[in-house]
Nanobody
Framework: QVQLVESGGGLVQAGGSLRLSCAASGHTFSRYVMGWFRQAPGKEREFVAAINWSGGNTYYADSVKGRFTISRDNAKNMVYLQMRSLKPEDTAVYYC?????????????????WGQGTQVTVSS
């Protein structure tokens, strides 16, 4: 049973930083894409960032490009999202997701497994 567990969310002032972590377990996929999505109250879940198996290919939403960095440690089955220069509009529940193929996509339907989410709140 695939399990994704996020951590690292919290309350931070605008301009601050947070690092989210996601631990993956219970799967046997040899190559897979990991993604981060977020969902603000009253809004649809949206793509934030994704990374391929090797880490050599990453993709970001325009709204976070230059501020967020996705990375992964395959030996530890971990994926990270370093968030800098946070803005109030970054406030949302952040979810990590696993796509059991090697190609990156930005739609929620492209990911088969999801974590429970971690709240990020950015105060102005």
């Amino acid at each position: 049973q695939v399990q994704l567990v996020e951590s690292g969310g919290g309350l931070v002032q605008a301009g601050g930083s947070l690092r989210l972590s996601c631990a993956a377990s219970g799967h046997t996929f040899s190559r897979y894409v990991m993604g981060w999505f977020r969902q603000a109250p009253g809004k649809e879940r949206e793509f934030v960032a994704a990374i391929n198996w090797s880490g050599g290919n990453t993709y970001y939403a325009d709204s976070v490009k230059g501020r967020f960095t996705i990375s992964r440690d395959n030996a530890k089955n971990m994926v990270y999202l370093q968030m800098r220069s946070l803005k109030p509009e970054d406030t949302a529940v952040y979810y990590c997701a696993l796509r059991p193929v090697q190609s990156i996509v930005v739609v929620t339907t492209g990911y088969d497994y999801w974590g429970q989410g971690t709240q990020v709140t950015v105060s102005s």
